[in-house]
């Protein structure tokens, strides 16, 4: 069936450093691919999303391309704040538009 | 601005207990979900109902229950609370229905149970 997975957490970053969240999926067609954040006390939340091949999801500072062909679909952003610590979920759409996630990172920003 | 409201927060329970975590959602949104989530594995959907009056089972329905009360509150139900049920939950809303997700899931803060 349908998978995602993500890198292992917790990933653990100086503030204004570059990020990487790795996001590989293993899906029969084309399905969409989401990126969902949950801060801290909250639910998760919508961060981005991409429906199709090459396209780009942002929000926030973060981006996220939809890879085909190498069925990836990595979270980065530039320079991470404080603000951005919290657990990151990747997920995709299935044929049956039910939502497959991956097991989610933790990203930890030190100042 | 409540969103999905979800209680208790935390609950302790010993085998054998019953108990019902409660979601309220104010978005007027049909479709409303229960998942849970466990360490390194991601979110699983247990149950789901498209509008007020039907629910389907998901990925892991057994030893769960749930009601559509009506279109605002989606509760879940644990007759009898097994060390396996130790987790935490969410609830969540869409506008879309389940069957064509686009992505926009709407999730309450989640309710820690811990079955002894």
């Known amino acids: 069936g349908d998978s995602v997975t993500q890198m292992e957490g917790p990933v653990t970053l100086s503030e204004e450093a570059f990020l990487t969240i790795n996001c590989t999926y293993t899906a029969t067609g084309y399905p969409s691919l989401f990126w969902y954040v949950q801060y801290p006390g909250e639910g998760l939340q919508l961060l981005l999303k991409?429906?199709?091949a090459d396209d780009k999801g942002s929000n926030k500072g973060f981006e996220a391309t939809y890879r085909k062909e190498t069925t990836s679909f990595h979270l980065e952003k530039g320079s991470v704040q404080v603000s951005d610590s919290a657990v990151y979920f990747c997920?995709?759409?299935?044929?049956?538009?039910?939502?497959?996630w991956g097991a989610g990172t933790k990203l930890i920003i030190k100042p | 601005n409540a969103g999905v409201t979800q209680t208790p927060k935390f609950q302790v329970l010993k085998t054998g207990q019953s108990m019902t975590l409660q979601c309220a959602q104010d978005?007027?949104?049909?479709?409303m979900y229960w998942y849970r989530q466990d360490p390194g594995m991601g979110l699983r959907l247990i149950y789901y109902s498209a509008s007020e009056g039907t629910t389907d089972k998901g990925e892991v329905p057994n030893g769960y229950n749930v009601s559509r009360l009506n279109k605002r509150e989606f509760s879940l139900r644990l007759e009898s609370a097994a060390p396996s049920q130790t987790s935490v939950y969410f609830c969540?809303?869409?506008?879309?229905?389940?069957?064509?997700?686009?992505?926009?899931?709407?999730f309450g803060e989640g309710s820690r149970l811990t079955v002894l």
């Open positions: 997920a995709l759409s299935d044929s049956n538009y039910q939502l497959i």
């Open positions: 978005m007027n949104h049909n479709s």
């Open positions: 991409a429906t199709k």
């Open positions: 969540a809303s869409s506008a879309e229905p389940p069957t064509g997700i686009t992505g926009e899931l709407f």
